[in-house]
């Protein structure tokens, strides 16, 4: 196992950003910066011992500057949709920036993948840590934030959340990695192969706020609890389907809440890659990269829809607004911690 780091460019505002670099015995590695805790590259060995970086990304600090996509990117303080744009904590609305249509996604300005961390490193890990103000993005309280990458020899790239706040506040982080195990240039992910431990997904209304329904998955294109391609239903004329253009779509985990399982799986045929998603939270966003538009990527490639794929392990989106759904409320002094793993076999 070993630890790298080189320079990786300079923000506008003119800080110096580190790229880290693990390596496992086995030839794997991952990347990340300090600037947005973005995963950079995840480089992955083929059945054949080939390996290839298999995560969208750019080649330097101005693509993550942009990043419409969210490519890489540590997402908070509340990944998804909220609707409306606002919520209610303690008797108190608190309003939010209206960033998708009437909606808020990922958090506001500024993304958590979008400012500087403090990094620290072991051989295997690296740690992000900052404090996010009272009121940044219009979330109450000031918000002391963890984030670990390690990497094992088990090919584990293992997440580990732990944030503290001096006020209730919500919390719901998440990473928004693109996948594609063909390589990040191997073009249309319709191909992969999926299954979720899911009997339902969250219904939603036609800005896709989840409206509290859990939607039976059987004889849907929602059905993934046995192996199927990406591509098998992805252009059905399935109302949700049609909503999202494609698939976009939080999944409720079959598991006990708070247990970490394995609860995803991918796997591309030519490659032979096959990943692994472990997560101790209730959901997980399945997302096809439906409005990728040629975003200029690594190695001068360009990136279009449905290149990539992302698992987001979550809270269920639009949580705090939601009566029937448990709110991603972190109380004043108490600890929050989540570990999210994607591992190799």
């Not at 990944?79 to 506001?108: C, M, P, S, V």
């Not at 020899?153 to 706040?165: A, G, P, Q, R, W």
């Not at 509290?212 to 990406?230: A, H, L, N, Q, Y």
């Amino acid at each position: 196992m070993s630890m790298a780091t080189r320079r990786f460019g300079t923000t506008k505002e003119g800080a110096a950003v580190t790229l880290y670099t693990i390596t496992n015995k086995n030839g794997l590695s991952v990347s990340a910066i300090d600037y947005g805790a973005n995963i950079v590259s995840l480089m992955v060995p083929d059945k054949n011992g080939v390996v290839e970086d298999i995560v969208l990304g750019f080649d330097d600090v101005a693509g993550y500057e942009v990043n419409g996509c969210f490519f890489g990117a540590f997402i908070g303080r509340h990944g998804n949709r909220i609707g409306q744009a606002k919520f209610e904590l303690n008797g108190k609305t608190y309003e939010l920036e209206k960033n998708d249509g009437a909606n808020n996604l990922h958090g506001g300005t500024p993304g958590y993948h979008q400012v500087m961390y403090q990094a620290s490193t072991t051989d295997n890990s690296v740690t992000f840590t900052r404090v996010s103000p009272d009121m940044e993005q219009g979330y109450p309280g000031n918000l002391e934030i963890s984030l670990t990458y390690t990497l094992t020899d088990e090919n584990e790239l293992k997440l580990d959340y732990v944030t503290k706040s001096d006020e209730d506040t919500l919390c719901n982080l998440t990473n928004h990695s693109y996948f594609n195990l063909k390589g990040h240039k191997g073009g249309e992910i319709t191909d992969h192969i999926v299954t979720i431990k899911a009997n339902g997904f969250t219904g939603t209304s036609d800005d896709l706020i989840p409206d509290g329904s859990i939607v039976d998955v059987t004889e849907t294109p929602m059905d993934f609890r046995k192996p199927r391609r990406v591509a098998d239903d992805i252009d059905s004329d399935y109302a949700p389907i049609v909503l999202a253009g494609g698939y976009d779509h939080n999944f409720v985990l079959d598991k006990p809440e708070g247990s970490f399982e394995k609860v995803a799986e991918v796997t591309e045929e030519t490659s032979g890659r096959t990943m692994e998603v472990y997560t101790d939270l209730p959901g997980m966003q399945l997302y096809s990269g439906n409005f990728i538009e040629k975003e200029n990527g690594k190695e001068g490639h360009i990136y279009t829809k449905r290149t990539g794929i992302c698992f987001e392990t979550q809270y269920f989106p639009n949580s705090i607004n939601v009566p029937e759904f448990t709110p991603c409320v972190l109380k004043a002094g108490d600890t929050f911690r989540s570990a999210t793993v994607y591992k190799f076999v």
